[in-house]
């Protein structure tokens, strides 16, 4: 069975530290795909990054950065520098292949950022 | 485009009455899932649907109904609500349950039972 636990629930920084949000997964599957999201207080879902189980390379956009590590199950993500405008909840997300061939979206918990003046 | 919308935005319900949440996507997207947030819980997948005429269970599908005769059309029923379905429901849908495109999510529906 597909998991994911955010284990941190709450974080609180003061603006421009930085900030790493943990993420492990579990699944029996091969192939996979993980995501993050966040959740500012206007309660929308925002889409901010997806990888897929065959390509384990760190990627950069702008202040954020993800690190995914088979070898740990983990796909932590980083915010350099960090803003008010990062607080938020983020979302971990895990994809995997169900017995009708398609694939479905479990979420952890979450973990709520708090950003700091 | 209206993308995901859910309807509607908010509503209270009694124990024992029943409700449908209505969602409905104009991107003729394949998959749509219906997911619940409550705090500390993240969000958790109540059912999902590959397609018109297939539905499938989540994490927590006790309580709920789904059904889509549509593409377009993914409606959530509760046919007897309970205080502890006091939450709030997203509903989202993505171009195909095969391939791993990110989701678009709704606006959310939130319901009280009392």
């Known amino acids: 069975a597909q998991k994911v636990t955010q284990a941190q629930t709450e974080i609180s920084v003061v603006e421009k530290e930085d900030v790493t949000l943990d993420c492990v997964y579990e699944t029996r599957d091969t192939t996979y795909y993980l995501f993050w999201y966040k959740q500012p207080p206007s309660g929308e879902l925002v889409f901010l990054i997806r990888?897929?189980?065959?390509?384990?390379q760190n990627e950069i956009s702008g202040r954020y950065s993800w690190n995914f590590q088979k070898s740990t199950s983990s796909f932590n993500f980083t915010i350099t520098a960090s803003q008010v405008v990062d607080s938020a909840v983020y979302f971990c997300a895990l994809s995997e292949k169900t017995y009708t061939g398609g694939f479905k979206t479990i979420f952890g918990a979450g973990t709520r950022l708090f950003v700091k003046a | 485009n209206a993308g995901v919308t859910q309807t509607p935005k908010f509503q209270v319900l009694k124990t024992g009455q029943s409700m449908t949440l209505q969602c409905a996507q104009d991107m003729n997207h394949e998959y749509m899932s219906w997911y619940r947030q409550d705090p500390g819980m993240g969000l958790r997948l109540i059912h999902y649907?590959?397609?018109?005429?297939?539905?499938d269970q989540g994490e927590v599908p006790n309580g709920y109904n789904v059904s889509r005769s549509t593409t377009e059309d993914f409606p959530l029923r509760l046919l007897s609500a309970a205080p502890s379905q006091t939450s709030v429901y997203f509903c989202?849908?993505?171009?195909?349950?095969?391939?791993?495109?990110?989701?678009?999510f709704g606006d959310g529906t939130r319901l009280s039972i009392l």
């Open positions: 989202a849908s993505r171009p195909t349950g095969f391939t791993n495109q990110p989701q678009h």
């Open positions: 990888r897929n189980s065959f390509d384990e």
């Open positions: 649907s590959v397609g018109a005429g297939i539905t």
